[in-house]
């Protein structure tokens, strides 16, 4: 099972404050998912990214979100003006190929917007 | 509209109680069925991927089973360290790859 570390692990911040979430898999990883879960609800599909492009979005991820890979091997989740309902967990899951690999979910960062 | 339904929502068994947790789907083209292990706090641990009706897997007291409609995840004889909740999750084909998750199935095992 590949191993991804994802930080920080846990981020409190103030509404309308920018954040930036890493996650750092291990090599041959392509494809990223982004996925977030609200306290007490289901896990939900944020993004996908490959190629440095952004393959398939949600409709969560509105203009206030972004990812990028910024130094070839961190890959990043940006929220550009938080709001109270951003409050989540929020999971990578690198593959190394597009539908047929297992989606191993790194730990987690655990956002708090006050 | 794709979705994936999971009873029951919680579930306390006794030590070595077996007992199922069910998974049924309304999807358009499945590729796979995924379950996975969530203990409070941390992120989905991966369990099982199944594919095709009729398909089984096993891990320990952990049973997985597919039909067109469900799957079933069966513990036999759990443990207290079994206590979890699981998920279930749907990957569906050309809609790049994405799971679409179920709201989950908490488990409690009492010594």
């Known amino acids: 099972e590949p191993e991804v570390t994802q930080t920080p692990s846990h981020q409190v911040t103030q509404m309308g404050q920018e954040v930036i979430l890493r996650c750092v898999p291990i090599?041959?990883?392509?494809?990223f998912y982004w996925y977030r879960q609200i306290l007490g609800q289901k896990v939900e599909f944020l993004v996908s990214?490959?190629?440095?492009?952004?393959?398939?979005k949600s409709e969560i991820f509105d203009d206030q979100f972004s990812v990028e890979r910024p130094d070839g091997s961190n890959f990043t989740l940006k929220i550009r003006s938080t709001k109270l309902e951003d409050s989540a967990m929020y999971f990578c899951?690198?593959?190394?190929?597009?539908?047929?690999?297992?989606?191993?979910f790194g730990p987690g960062t655990r956002l708090t917007v006050l | 509209e794709d979705q994936v339904t999971q009873s029951p929502e919680a579930l306390r068994l006794q030590e070595g109680e077996s007992s199922s947790l069910n998974c049924s789907y309304t999807v358009s083209g499945l590729r796979g069925l995924f379950w996975y292990r969530q203990d409070p706090g941390k992120g989905p641990e991966f369990l099982f991927t199944?594919?095709?009706a009729g398909e089984e897997k096993e891990k320990e007291r952990l049973k997985a089973t597919l039909t067109k409609k469900e799957s079933f995840l069966h513990i036999t004889a759990p443990k207290p360290e079994d206590s979890a909740t699981y998920l279930c999750?749907?990957?569906?084909?050309?809609?790049?790859?994405?799971?679409?998750f179920g709201q989950g199935t908490e488990l409690s095992v009492k010594p």
């Open positions: 199944l594919y095709s």
């Open positions: 090599s041959n990883h392509l494809y």
């Open positions: 899951a690198p593959t190394r190929y597009r539908e047929v690999d297992t989606q191993y």
């Open positions: 990214f490959y190629n440095n492009e952004i393959s398939e």
């Open positions: 999750a749907v990957q569906i084909y050309n809609q790049g790859g994405k799971l679409i």
